[in-house]
C-alpha cells in the first residue's frame, strides 16, 4: 500500500499556472505507475495524466495535452502536474494515485491507492 499527499492546488485566474506535488511513501516508488485524476462538481472523476515509474511513458487525457505536463522526481519519492493555460473548466479537486507493478507501464485505470485531494479553482 502507498500513502499519498497532494498538494500545491488553489485560486488562479484562467490563464495562470500551478504545479500540484504528490508525495508517497511506503512501496519502492520507481516500480509504481502515477497518475492525476480529478472530480469537478456533480461529475465522475476523471483521468488527467499518468507517467511510468521508470519516469519514460506518458499518457494524457486529450482535454489537457500540450497544457498540463506530469513528471516525476523518484529520489523524492514526488510525482508533479504542471498545469499551464488553465481554464474555468479544469476547475476540480485533484487527486493522484498509485499502482504496483508500472515500471513500464502510464495506464490510465487501475490504480489502487488514492490521495485525499487538492482543490483548484479557476476563475474566468
Known amino acids: 500500500q502507498v500513502q499519498l499527499v497532494e498538494s500545491g492546488g488553489g485560486l488562479v485566474q484562467a490563464g495562470d499556472s500551478l504545479r500540484l506535488s504528490c508525495a508517497a511513501s511506503g512501496r519502492t516508488f520507481s516500480t509504481t505507475a502515477m497518475g492525476w485524476f480529478r472530480q469537478a462538481p456533480g461529475k465522475e472523476r476523471e483521468f488527467v495524466a499518468a507517467i511510468s515509474g521508470y519516469g519514460g511513458l506518458t499518457n494524457y487525457a486529450d482535454s489537457v495535452k500540450g497544457r498540463f505536463t506530469i513528471s516525476r522526481d523518484n529520489a523524492k519519492n514526488t510525482v508533479y502536474l504542471q498545469m499551464n493555460s488553465l481554464q474555468p473548466e479544469d476547475t476540480a479537486v485533484y487527486f493522484c494515485?498509485?499502482?504496483?507493478?508500472?515500471?513500464?507501464?502510464?495506464?490510465?485505470?487501475?490504480?489502487?491507492?488514492w490521495g485525499q485531494g487538492t482543490q483548484v479553482t479557476v476563475s474566468s
Open positions: 494515485a498509485a499502482r504496483a507493478y508500472g515500471q513500464l507501464l502510464a495506464p490510465r485505470g487501475g490504480y489502487t491507492d
